[in-house]
């Protein structure tokens, strides 16, 4: 085997058939191509995340036949590598409140979405200042990368090349004194990806236009690149991307044999189970329009 893939949920709920088809993409992706598959269990937002919450992802990623080697890495477990990732990254602390942010990005010539770097220039003396502030509000500054590009290329599988805006993203969360803050999302995705031998990442389009960022974030620790296959996300009947409150999406109120029978049909392969679907995958005959849940 050389190279792996990986599938990366986020333990704030169950999976449901959007999911489920992307890990199932990801799944035919890694072993129609000889790569292991590896899971992650992305818990780096700890007010949102829950153990039983991945475990009952795990059990339905098992129970739609799926299969996965060696053992799943959580994040919550991987503390320490990501602060030895932070240490050798250029970075600043931001005292900004989500208000500021907003504020900021409502300037003319603001990138939507992006940090504008308000805290990037600020002198010691104003550091010191704003430090002592969130400190008398019981709070700790997140820290920045300070980047040194805004914007950066990456290849997908299905978007071809793809340039997007990269910002000093947070790396890690601001928090309260005395209480570690959160990893960022970006920080751990790309370290773990390398700790993990993954050189295939397949997952929802919706997280392409975080990709430049994470392919910049790899460069920068030295780590190799990934190939990245975005794919279309599964919408509800209104054209909005597939979410819980949508009704039935979910193992918990649809028979498992109906969640792979619509799996397997919504991949243009109706009737098969995925070992039989792998017989026949080939990326090219990923349907490239969203799929319609309804
Ligand atoms: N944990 C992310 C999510 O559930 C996916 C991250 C990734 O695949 O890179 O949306």
Redesign the pocket.
């Known amino acids: 085997m050389s190279g792996a893939g990986r599938y990366?949920?986020?333990p704030s709920g169950d999976l449901h058939l959007g999911n489920l088809r992307t890990a199932l993409i990801a799944w035919l992706c890694a072993r129609s191509t000889g790569r292991a598959f590896h899971l992650r269990v992305?818990d780096v937002d700890t007010a949102r995340s829950s153990a039983a919450a991945a475990e009952r992802q795990l059990a339905d990623l098992a129970a739609i036949g799926l299969d996965w080697d060696g053992e799943v890495v959580w994040q919550s477990a991987r503390s320490d590598a990501y602060e030895v990732a932070l240490a050798s990254l250029p970075t600043y602390e931001c005292y900004c409140s989500r208000r500021d942010i907003l504020d900021a990005a409502r300037a003319p010539h603001a990138i939507p979405g992006s940090y504008p770097g308000t805290c990037r220039s600020l002198s010691e003396s104003e550091r010191a200042s704003r430090r002592a502030e969130l400190a008398a509000a019981g709070r700790v500054p997140h820290l920045r990368l300070a980047a040194g590009v805004t914007r950066w290329t990456v290849h997908d599988a299905l978007a071809g090349v793809y340039e997007g805006d990269v910002d000093d993203m947070i790396l890690r969360r601001g928090g309260n004194v005395g209480q570690a803050g959160d990893w960022a999302?970006n920080l751990a995705?790309v370290v773990d990806d390398a700790y993990q031998g993954i050189d295939q990442?397949v997952?929802?389009d919706d997280?392409l236009s975080s990709a430049p960022r994470q392919a910049y974030l790899a460069a920068l620790l030295d780590l190799p690149p990934v190939e990245y296959v975005h794919v279309p996300l599964v919408l509800s009947a209104t054209g909005a991307r597939l979410a819980k409150r949508d009704g039935a999406v979910t193992l918990r109120d649809m028979p498992v044999e109906d969640v792979r029978a619509w799996l397997a049909a919504s991949l243009g392969f109706p009737g098969l189970a995925p070992a039989a679907i792998l017989e026949e995958w080939s990326l090219s005959a990923l349907p490239g329009e969203p799929v319609v849940f309804q």
Do not use: N, Q
């Open positions: 990366a949920p986020s992305e999302y995705v990442v997952r929802g997280l």
